[in-house]
C-alpha cells in the first residue's frame, strides 16, 4: 500500500476510533487473558447490540443539529406498552411489537412537530416530553415490573447463533446497515445532514425542514422503542426503570464516534466503533473488579475528550479553508 493510500486511509473517520477500540482489546487482553472468552464475546455482543440502538436514536437527532433528552422515556414507554401487551391484553408478540414500535414513531414524530411547531428548542421540548412519557409509563405500571413475557421473546433475548452471536446481534445488524444505507445513499439522508449543516441553506434548496426535523425524531424514536423491546426480551421483564441510564450513552457513543454535534455530521460506523469502546471500558471494569460507578465518570471523561478533538478539528478546517 502506498503511502498516499495510508495518509487517506488515516484520514477517515472511523480510522482513528478503530485503532482504539483495537488497542483496547489488546491492552485488556494482555492484562486479563480471559478477556475474550466465549462468555465475554457474547456480553460484549449483548451490550453492543442494545447499546447501538440507543447510540442512534441519538445520532439521527444530531445530525440534524438537535439533542433529544427523551430518548429514554421514549425507549422505556415502548417496554412497558410491548410487556403489557402480552401480559395483560394476551396479545400475540407480533402484534405487541408493532403497536410498541408505533408508539415509539408517534412519541418521536411528536417531539419533532412540537419542535417545528413551536419555534422551541429541542433540549426544552424533550426535556419536558422525557417528564410527559416517564409519567405515563409510572401511571401504567404503578412502578411494578410487567412479568407475563411471551416464552418466545424470553427465549430470543437469550438464543445464540453457532452458540457465540446472541440473536439479540441480528436486528441491530439490520437496523445499522439500513441506517447506514438511509444516510450515505438515499435522499432523505441528505436531507437530514443538510438540515443539520445549515438549516437555512437547507430551506431556501427546497427542503421542507420541518417534516425533516419531525422525520428524524419519527426514526428516533422507533430506534428507542427497538432498544426498548430488546431489553425487555433480554431481562424477561418489563421493568418501568428501562432508559432510565440511556442519557448519556446515547450522547457518548456517537460524540466519541466524531459526531458534530452542531449537526451535518454524522456515521453509523463511527458510532458503532463508540460504543465498542463504552462496552469494552464497562467489561474491563467488571474484569479488573474496579467500582461500576466508575463508568460515568469514565463516559464523562470520554464526551469531554471527545468535544475537544472535534473541536480542534473543526477550527482545523476551519482555519485550512481560510
Known amino acids: ?52 440502538l440507543i447510540a442512534f436514536s441519538q445520532m439521527i437527532i444530531i445530525a440534524i443539529g438537535q439533542m433529544n433528552l427523551s430518548v429514554g422515556a421514549i425507549g422505556g414507554l415502548a417496554a412497558i406498552a410491548f410487556a403489557g401487551m402480552m401480559q395483560v391484553w394476551h396479545l ?121 426535523v419531525i422525520l428524524a425524531h419519527a426514526i428516533s424514536g422507533f430506534l428507542a422503542a427497538c432498544a426498548g423491546m430488546l431489553l425487555v426480551a433480554r431481562l424477561q421483564l418489563g421493568q418501568p426503570s428501562i432508559g432510565d441510564d440511556w442519557l448519556i450513552l446515547s450522547f457518548a457513543a456517537p460524540v466519541i464516534g466524531g459526531a458534530v454535534l452542531s449537526g451535518g455530521h454524522v456515521s453509523v460506523v463511527t458510532t458503532l466503533l463508540g460504543v465498542a469502546m463504552v462496552a469494552l ?5 467488571v474484569v479488573f473488579s474496579i467500582d461500576p460507578f466508575l463508568v460515568q465518570v469514565v463516559l464523562g471523561l470520554l464526551i469531554l475528550a471527545a468535544v475537544g478533538i472535534n473541536r480542534l478539528r473543526e477550527t482545523h478546517l476551519i482555519a485550512r479553508r481560510a
Not at 477500540?21 to 465475554?40: E, K, M, Q, V
Open 281 to 285: 471500558i464497562t467489561q474491563a471494569l
Open 92 to 212: 400475540p408478540v407480533a402484534l405487541a411489537a408493532i403497536l410498541s414500535l408505533l408508539i415509539g414513531i408517534f412519541c418521536g414524530a411528536l417531539n419533532g412537530a412540537l419542535i417545528s411547531a413551536t419555534g422551541i428548542s429541542a433540549f426544552v421540548i424533550t426535556l419536558a416530553t422525557l417528564a410527559i412519557y416517564k409519567g405515563i409509563n409510572l401511571g401504567i405500571t404503578q412502578a411494578q415490573p410487567f412479568y407475563g413475557i411471551a416464552a418466545s421473546v424470553k427465549h430470543f433475548g437469550n438464543a445464540a447463533l453457532f452458540g457465540l452471536i446472541p440473536m439479540l446481534a441480528v436486528p441491530t445488524a439490520i437496523i445499522a446497515v439500513a441506517l447506514w444505507f438511509l444516510l450515505t445513499r438515499l435522499p432523505i439522508g441528505r436531507f437530514i445532514l443538510a438540515v443539520g449543516g445549515n438549516e437555512h441553506a437547507a430551506s431556501l434548496s427546497g427542503i421542507s425542514v420541518r417534516s425533516v
Open 1 to 52: 500500500m502506498s503511502k498516499q493510500s495510508l495518509l487517506r486511509l488515516a484520514q477517515a473517520d472511523w480510522f482513528g476510533p478503530l485503532v482504539v477500540t483495537l488497542a483496547a482489546i489488546a491492552i485488556i487482553r494482555g492484562f486479563s487473558p480471559d478477556f475474550l472468552s466465549p462468555y465475554n464475546i457474547q456480553t460484549l455482543l449483548i451490550a453492543l447490540a442494545i447499546n447501538a
